[in-house]
């Protein structure tokens, strides 16, 4: 009984994320795609996990996604990443907005930061 408690409080141990004072986010570089809805930035990951990170929590909100599947959120859809490396999401309206977020690959992993 005390082993699979041990064992659940080192999976939660390892599922979480800490965030600097930047909001500096870092994600396998196998990350499909990243969008953010507010304080709240999504991956969708090489495995299918689409993870949710949210103050300084990583969790997998789904399994088995496809990346081609169309996601929303409440600033819009994913549209894709400018030359600056800032995340662009198209609107209801169709216009393709920035986030305000800029995204770069660095040792391997996405970098995520909110300026």
Do not use: Y
Not at 31 to 50: C, I, M, N, Q, Y
Not at 55 to 75: E, K, M, N, Q, Y
Not at 79 to 107: M, P, W, Y
């Amino acid at each position: 009984m005390s082993l699979g408690i041990i064992v659940s409080l080192v999976s939660l141990t390892l599922l979480t994320v800490v965030f600097s004072s930047a909001e500096t986010v870092m994600l396998p570089a196998t990350a499909r795609w990243l969008t953010a809805d507010g304080p709240r930035v999504f991956a969708l990951l090489e495995s299918g996990e689409v993870t949710r990170f949210e103050g300084s929590r990583l969790t997998v909100i789904a399994r088995g996604w496809s990346p081609d599947a169309p996601i929303s959120f409440a600033h819009g859809r994913l549209h894709g990443i400018d030359a600056r490396g800032e995340l662009q999401v198209l609107t209801g309206d169709g216009f393709a907005s920035s986030l305000g977020a800029k995204l770069s690959l660095n040792a391997g992993c996405w970098r995520f930061q909110r300026e």
